[in-house]
Every structure is written in C-alpha cells, then in structure tokens.
C-alpha cells in the first residue's frame, strides 16, 4: 500500500510554492499518495511561477480521498493570501500560517491519517516571530509530537548523510554540550536511521572536534580524553563506528564511498560538507521522532522567490525520502 504522505508548501514569501510544483509536475512519487495542505491561492502562485497546471481533486479531509483518483488531493486551507504576504522578505504573519499549517499535519499524522510529513523551504525567523518560540522547526516537530528523548537533524545527500552531536546554538555553546552521553545518543541514532533507510547495517565515520584530531593532544586532548574512549564503547555495543577523524578529511572518505553515514560535533562541521556536495539534491530530515518529517536541505531563497528558476532538485528528493523512510518504519 503506499505511503501517504502530507506535502505543505512552504513559506509563501518564498521558493516554497514554485519548486512544490515543480517536483509534483516530475511525476507520481514511488509508492506515495502525496496530498496538499495549501490554500489554493498559494498553489495557484506556485503554478504560475513554475510555469504548468497540477491536475487537482479538492477534498474536506483524509477520509474522502479517492485512492483510484490520479489527481492530486488538495486539502484547501483557505488560510493564506500571498497578495497580502509579499514575497522575498521574512513575514510573522507567513510563519504563523506555515506553523498552523504544520500543526494540522501533525495531528493527521498523530491520528495515524499520515504517513509522512514533508515540507517546502520555511523561514526560522519568521516562524518564531509568527508565534511557533522555538530554536527551529526540529524543536517544533518534538515539542508536538511529545518526544521525549535525543533526536536530530539528519542531512541526507546522494553520497552519504551526515547527522549531529550539537545543531542550532551558537559554536561557543556548542563546545560546551559535546559530552560522551551526546555523541554516544548522535551515533546510535545515525545506526538505526540509517538502518531503516538503507536496509542493512551501516558504515558511519564520527569526525573529530580539534584540528587535525587535536595531533596527539597538541591542539586538544578532547579526542584522547573523551571522543576516543566514547566510540571504544559504543563499538564494542556492536555498531560500526569509526573515528574520531579529523574533519578536513572525513568527508572525502563519506563521499568516496568509505561511510554512509557522518556524525559531526557541530552544525557548520557537516553543513558545508553536504551543501558543497549536494545542494540542489540534499534533504533534511528530522530523525528519531515517531513521524517522518523530510525537507530541501536548502531555505526559502528570498532573493530569487518569484522568478520561476528554482531548483526543484532537493523537494522531490525530499518527497520521495519521505516514502521510503514511511513504508520501512510501518
């Protein structure tokens, strides 16, 4: 049976509406029923900036979809008017619809009603500002689905993913949270995501913190004192683990084929590794909650939004994750 998978446009302001139609115009997703959370008004902005026509079927809610219907279910929200948003600058007022809208699919799927939740490029800034007061949607995502526990952003591109022993704080707050107990929670989260996604037992490299491993204690000891120790026990709990490897080389072995997935200390330490490498074909995904959450690893582009060239490259990628990672955690 396929997965049906919940797909919200995006911050309106954005590329968010443009690159949607896009990836949705590249076909039927594999072993997916995508279904629209958008107001029409929106989806109509995305048409026209992406320049073709989706073959549509309004419906008022989950139940009434007709699984033999070849169009796409359009759940209209009637929540958003883009002529009132603007386009190209943070808006609250867009956030605040983007958060409403991302609560409403967070319930369908908490009801079981949905099998992913996937989303557009949204604005952190104006998502807070819209009344959503977290660090980032990730927080968002735990907060509504009463997660208790570690997850994590994970960055998946065609060569490997990486994920993140600290994410969205500043790099001197960062440093500070980099404990045993944190890298040991990012490690078995990379193994049983990667598990789920790749369907065998994965390869995964943990980058070191310091310059070039800290040289032997030279430029730090946290790898002899801390990480080292740290991945001796969590391989010997029987996960492939290698590491603490200096970061200036560790993505050229991911990409190379050498791990499938990375485990970084902190955020830019992947980040610019992954979007180096697969920008228009990377996707974010929230791991370890109990529903499937995926996204372009890109943001909302301001500077473009509205000029119809948009990559859609990373939203279908974003789509079709989304049904893998729902049909293997059924």
């Known amino acids: 049976m396929a997965a049906r998978i919940g797909l919200m446009l995006g911050d309106?302001?954005?590329?968010?509406?443009?690159?949607?139609?896009?990836?949705?115009?590249?076909?039927?997703?594999p072993n997916a029923r995508v279904v629209l959370f958008a107001d029409r008004r929106v989806l109509a902005l995305g048409e026209r900036e992406a320049g073709t026509t989706l073959k549509l079927r309004p419906c008022n809610g989950l139940d009434g979809i007709d699984e033999a219907d070849e169009a796409i279910p359009l759940i209209d929200l009637a929540n958003a008017d883009p002529a009132e948003l603007g386009r190209g600058a943070v808006n609250p007022a867009s956030g605040r619809i983007v958060g409403e809208t991302l609560s409403r699919m967070i319930d369908e799927a908490m009801a079981g009603r949905l099998d992913a939740v996937c989303f557009a490029p949204l604005n952190k800034k104006a998502l807070h500002d819209g009344g959503f007061a977290y660090h980032d949607e990730h927080q968002m995502f735990a907060a509504l689905t009463r997660h208790q526990g570690f997850f994590g952003e994970m960055n998946v591109i065609p060569a490997f993913s990486t994920f993140r022993v600290t994410s969205h704080v500043s790099l001197r707050e960062a440093l500070g949270m980099i404990t045993p107990e944190r890298i040991t929670a990012a490690v078995a989260l990379a193994n049983a995501t990667l598990t789920r996604m790749l369907g065998r037992r994965p390869r995964i490299g943990v980058a070191a913190l310091n310059p070039h491993a800290g040289e032997n204690g030279l430029f730090g000891r946290d790898e002899i004192e801390m990480i080292t120790p740290t991945l001796e026990t969590?391989?010997?709990?029987?996960?492939?683990?290698?590491?603490?490897?200096?970061?200036?080389?560790?993505?050229?072995?991911?990409?190379?084929?050498?791990?499938?997935?990375?485990?970084?200390?902190?955020?830019?330490?992947?980040?610019?590794?992954?979007?180096?490498?697969?920008?228009?074909?990377?996707?974010?995904?929230t791991a370890g909650l109990n529903v499937v959450f995926t996204t372009p690893a890109h943001g909302t582009a301001f500077d473009i939004a509205g000029k119809g060239v948009a990559d859609p490259g990373a939203m279908r990628r974003a789509l079709e994750l989304a049904a893998i990672l729902a049909r293997r955690a059924a």
């Open 234 to 285: 969590i391989r010997a709990s029987g996960i492939d683990c290698v590491g603490p490897i200096p970061a200036d080389v560790i993505f050229i072995r991911a990409r190379d084929g050498g791990f499938d997935g990375v485990v970084s200390m902190y955020h830019d330490q992947g980040q610019i590794a992954t979007k180096l490498l697969g920008f228009n074909q990377g996707v974010t995904v």
């Open 12 to 29: 309106a302001t954005g590329i968010g509406p443009e690159v949607a139609v896009k990836a949705l115009a590249a076909g039927p997703v």
